[in-house]
């Protein structure tokens, strides 16, 4: 899979090191270029005038945005930016269904983090991170609901091969006029593959059976993965990790601190046949460990997974999600890197009852 570098996000990293990269490349994208954004969580007013301003030079621009993310109201600033500005290049998904009580389980959320550039070069960028922090951020109760991204472990993944990443603008674009609802996981979309090489690069809802957990069931005993999850609930959740411990795989876990997004429930049971759980950010949860990646190695071969996707009910049945599974060596080790970095800011979980 040709890729051209992981960026990283967090404490250790410039405040903003991942918007920052993002608005560097919005700058670079001449008239007469193209620029497909989709994401979860839009706040940041500084960088929605970026995507402005690649308007206003000749550049295409379409941003895909939720329209009733967890913490409503989140993405108003910027919509309102963008309305005018931007006209039918902004897509804001929402349906009638969502006022309605029900309305959550009638339409999958749209938690794709998707950046498509066309120049300098085509690349793809696929991950974690939100455009969620906003200076001067007018709405510091938000901040302490969904975390501050600005300062979060996140990642980027930015994907280069030529093909792939046009597949994936393609794919941002049908999102972007696509009719969205409850039906959507079995629409073909949803569950086709793009596949590169190695590499595949998967989307959710779908109907089609799971990648992630079909690669996990396939592991042999004696097998390792370990797994940075900033949502670790529910489930089938705890049936896929528990089953491959149970059958003799090494389990090791990173998680958020926040009992919401990772109950200690589920770190009792996981810790029940083995799974070594830690926990990072005890106490700054307004600093989420928000990087979604796993790292699985047979003896032999090792695999990547990244991308949107939480290890949750809502993520894996419901939302709209993006995730990459990869052989390629350097990106292994650039995660693995990541993991122990990660892991000298963790601290044993307590698998105690919520």
């Given amino acids: 899979m040709a890729f051209c570098r992981v960026h990283f996000g967090g404490p250790g990293r410039p405040d903003g090191s991942l918007r920052d990269l993002l608005a560097e490349r919005v700058a ?9 954004w989709v994401t979860y969580y839009f ?18 621009v379409r941003v895909t945005l ?3 993310p967890r913490s409503r109201g989140a993405n108003a600033a910027v919509i309102a930016l963008l309305e005018e500005a931007l006209g039918d290049g902004l897509r804001v998904v929402a349906a009638a269904t969502d006022g309605l009580p029900m309305g959550k389980a009638l339409r999958p959320r749209l938690h794709e983090k998707l950046y498509c550039f066309s120049h300098p070069q085509p690349t793809a960028w696929v991950g974690s991170f939100n455009p969620s922090g906003d200076e001067p951020e007018l709405a510091p109760e938000v901040i302490r609901q969904i975390g501050d991204h600005d300062h979060a472990f996140n990642l980027l993944v930015e994907l280069c091969d030529e093909p792939l990443v046009a597949a994936l603008a393609a794919h941002a674009r049908q999102l972007h006029s696509a009719r969205h609802g409850p039906f959507d996981r079995f629409g073909p979309a949803a569950n086709r593959s793009l596949a590169v090489g190695d590499a595949g690069v998967h989307f959710w809802p779908r109907i089609a059976p799971d990648p992630v957990n079909r690669l996990l069931f396939g592991l042999p005993s004696g097998s390792r993965v370990r797994l ?4 670790l609930s529910g489930p089938t959740a705890r049936r896929v990790l528990t089953g491959i411990a149970r059958s003799g795989v090494t389990l090791e876990i990173l998680v958020d601190s926040t009992h919401r997004r990772v109950p200690a429930a589920m770190l009792r049971q996981l810790s029940e046949v083995g799974g070594v759980i830690r926990r990072i950010g005890q106490g700054e949860s307004w600093i989420p460990m928000h990087d979604k990646f796993a790292l699985v190695e047979t003896p032999t071969r090792r695999s990547a997974v990244f991308g949107s996707f939480n290890w949750s ?14 052989g390629d060596a350097p990106l292994f080790a650039a995660l693995a890197e990541r993991w122990e970095e990660l892991g000298q800011h963790a601290s044993p979980a307590a698998p105690g009852s919520d």
């Fill in 28 to 36: 670079r994208v001449p008239a007469g270029g193209s620029i497909d």
């Fill in 43 to 60: 706040r940041d007013r500084r960088l929605a005038g970026e995507l402005v301003a690649a308007r206003r030079r000749g550049v295409a």
């Fill in 66 to 68: 939720e329209g009733r």
């Fill in 228 to 231: 940075a999850a900033s949502h």
């Fill in 313 to 326: 009910r809502p993520s894996r049945s419901f939302n709209r999600e993006i995730g990459v599974v990869s």
